[in-house]
């Protein structure tokens, strides 16, 4: 099977390291041998690092010249790319105050960091000759699924929920792909059936506690790897967290980098929470692999999640991390500070910075050795209820006009 530049060797449980698998078929439902019926444990790619040219790789200008976006330039360190891209990564790093950073992950195809999940999963099921994917997904997994589905020339099946925000609804619909909304609670049997009786390739979780694909969360290694190349090893990155896949992918991306001796050390990986639920600081909190939890109302629907998983737990454990819970008003504010500076995000992707004002800015993290980078993971027209019109029409006369600009505080 062609390889694409990769050095992937294999799949490592997480449960128990000892534990190899060969690189195909990927495990799309955690480690068989460590998981029970309360917990699944997920596996990671392994690769020969002795044979990578790391000085090369992440040298300076090493890309230059090449197409802004797109994971092939980082093939080494991935599993085989073998689904076409779509322009993905690449994103700028966006220095919202001195030392602190957002990473804007808006700025992907799909304009949300799942462009580089699925272009690794895709990429699976193109390796393993799948007819299609299947995804549960709340909004941006689905989305960016079905885009990555359609470049591949596969079908697309994404199961989400009864409350699909109607701009995402409209996005999904416009890949060609089956949308199938149904309660929250069916969604992961009904794709276990999908999978089962269709043959489509999962490229979300199929567990009972969170796993998720065994390539999807390699691609956001690239995260880090980005943040690398424009400013060093910060002192810590804030990353909002729903199942932890992001989370870890950035830890295991610096923690490569050190690894290769590139870099002196890992950030602090900082996971951010939404209240309403956090079975990661649920897990943490009382030393458990993964957790399930109840979740409450929250309008940050891409982070409010009823269970964790091991790999997030992993992230902050080596890290030397922690994890924040953020309500949704903290959540607001963020926002509403991202759009002064320019960048509109959705509510769940403003966790990184709500988690750090949550901590009264870097001083919050004591003896802070350099930056800190807030991930913002999606675009804020994922939020529900947008599209409705929110501004009044103006009388075309000048008094109404200068009415109004005198209420928004701009005088002559």
């Given at each position: 099977m062609a390889t694409d530049g990769s050095l992937a060797t294999g799949q490592r449980s997480l449960g128990d390291p000892t534990l190899d698998y060969p690189l195909w078929p990927p495990l799309t439902a955690g480690c068989p041998r460590t998981g029970t019926e309360d917990v699944s444990y997920p596996v990671e790619v392994d690769y020969a690092y002795l044979k990578a040219d790391a000085a090369a790789l992440f040298a300076p200008?090493?890309?230059?010249?090449?197409?802004?976006?797109?994971?092939?330039?980082?093939?080494?360190?991935?599993?085989?790319?073998?689904?076409?891209?779509?322009?993905?990564?690449?994103?700028?790093?966006?220095?919202?105050?001195?030392?602190?950073?957002?990473?804007?992950?808006?700025?992907?195809?799909?304009?949300?960091?799942?462009?580089?999940?699925?272009?690794?999963?895709?990429?699976?099921?193109?390796?393993?000759?799948?007819?299609?994917?299947?995804?549960?997904?709340?909004?941006?997994?689905?989305?960016?699924?079905?885009?990555?589905?359609?470049?591949?020339?596969?079908?697309?099946?994404?199961?989400?929920?009864?409350?699909?925000?109607?701009?995402?609804?409209?996005?999904?619909?416009?890949?060609?792909?089956?949308?199938?909304?149904?309660?929250?609670?069916?969604?992961?049997?009904?794709?276990?059936?999908?999978?089962?009786?269709?043959?489509?390739?999962?490229?979300?979780?199929?567990?009972?506690?969170?796993?998720?694909h065994a390539y999807g969360p390699e691609g956001y290694k690239t995260v880090a790897y980005e943040i690398f190349r424009d400013i060093g090893v910060p002192a810590a990155v804030f990353v909002p967290t729903g199942y932890g896949e992001l989370l870890f992918g950035v830890w295991k991306g610096f923690s490569e980098l050190h690894r290769l001796g590139l870099a002196d050390r890992v950030p602090r990986i900082v996971a951010c929470e939404s209240a309403s639920g956090a079975p990661l600081a649920l897990a943490v909190r009382q030393g458990l692999p993964a957790a399930r939890v109840t979740v409450g109302p929250s309008e940050a629907y891409s982070i409010a999640s009823p269970v964790g998983g091991y790999r997030g737990v992993v992230a902050v454990r080596e890290s030397g991390g922690r994890v924040l819970t953020l309500d949704d008003g903290q959540l607001a504010a963020a926002q509403a500070e991202l759009a002064r500076s320019g960048l509109w995000t959705e509510l769940s992707a403003a966790a990184g910075l709500a988690g750090l004002r949550s901590l009264g800015g870097v001083e919050g993290l004591g003896e802070a050795e350099g930056p800190v980078v807030c991930v913002s993971t999606s675009s804020g027209f994922k939020d529900r209820g947008v599209g409705a019109r929110s501004t009044a029409p103006v009388t075309p006369e000048w008094d109404e006009v200068r009415r109004r600009l005198h209420t928004a505080g701009i005088r002559g």
């Open positions: 200008g090493a890309d230059a010249g090449a197409p802004r976006g797109g994971l092939e330039r980082w093939a080494p360190l991935l599993p085989p790319l073998l689904a076409p891209g779509l322009g993905e990564g690449g994103t700028p790093l966006v220095e919202l105050e001195p030392g602190v950073y957002v990473k804007d992950e808006a700025r992907n195809p799909t304009w949300s960091h799942k462009d580089r999940l699925n272009r690794c999963t895709t990429s699976a099921a193109v390796g393993v000759g799948a007819p299609g994917i299947a995804v549960a997904s709340s909004g941006n997994h689905g989305a960016s699924a079905a885009a990555y589905a359609a470049r591949a020339g596969l079908r697309c099946v994404v199961f989400t929920g009864p409350d699909l925000p109607p701009a995402v609804d409209a996005f999904l619909n416009a890949y060609g792909a089956v949308v199938l909304p149904v309660p929250w609670e069916a969604r992961w049997p009904l794709l276990r059936q999908v999978v089962d009786r269709l043959g489509l390739h999962p490229v979300s979780n199929l567990t009972t506690t969170h796993t998720g």
